[in-house]
T-cell receptor
């Protein structure tokens, strides 16, 4: 399977703390994306990082990508109760760039922020 | 609301029945995807449309599954002779194809249709 793997599977922290989630994958990628999913809802795109990028920021989110280790991390700073959700990494393994990307999602990290 | 909408939100059916789900993507998006998600797992790719053309299907999509996007706008996913193993959340997503010199596009997901086969 080419599925990415998130670590940890579950994370519980206090409001205001930082949360770090990791994603590992198996083969070369074109891009890696992080999505958030609230219980019973659809996924919301957070950040896309391309294979030639090493770090991206968006508000309280920071994503890093290490292609030599085939891994990525998502850092959420100053966490809030509203950040409680599942977080998924998704990788695009396509060899042919044209055409749709077939994102392969990991199993996700369930993040709980305790008030 | 200009997001991706899916109908119905929930569907309960008996084994052997046919079901059909609808997805209305963001209007200017030319790409539409169907994914399936089971409890505790990430979404799995099922199929993809570029405008009205279905360009790729996953091996997960058995002959009992069919998807259409007749005018390049809304899409339907039909499951014939449902089985208990079809119980899952069916997610639709849309996107705008990126410029040729860019790689990757972000997907906009609907809230999904939760299917329960009894």
């Amino acid at each position: 399977s080419q599925q990415g793997e998130e670590d940890p599977q579950a994370l519980s922290i206090q409001e205001g703390e930082n949360a770090t989630m990791n994603c590992s994958y198996k083969t070369s990628i074109n891009n890696l994306q992080w999505y958030r999913q609230n219980s019973g809802r659809g996924l919301v795109h957070l950040i896309l990082i391309r294979s030639n990028e090493r770090e991206k920021h968006s508000g309280r989110l920071r994503v890093t990508l290490d292609t030599s280790k085939k891994s990525s991390s998502l850092l959420i700073t100053a966490s809030r109760a509203a950040d409680t959700a599942s977080y998924f990494c998704a990788t695009d393994y396509r060899r042919i760039i044209q055409g749709a990307q077939k994102l392969v999602f990991g199993q996700g990290t369930r993040l709980t922020i305790n008030p | 609301d200009t997001g991706v909408s899916q109908d119905p939100r929930h569907k309960i059916t008996k084994r052997g029945q046919n079901v059909t789900f609808r997805c209305d993507p963001i209007s200017e998006h030319n790409r539409l995807y169907w994914y399936r998600q089971t409890l505790g797992q990430g979404p799995e790719f099922l199929t993809y449309f570029q405008n009205e053309a279905q360009l790729e299907k996953s091996r997960l999509l058995s002959d009992r599954f069919s998807a259409e996007r007749p005018k390049g706008s809304f899409s339907t996913l039909e499951i014939q002779r449902t089985e208990q193993g079809d119980s899952a959340m069916y997610l639709c997503a849309s996107s705008l194809s990126p410029p040729l010199d860019r790689v990757g596009e972000k997907l906009f997901f609907g809230s999904g249709t939760q299917l329960s086969v009894l």
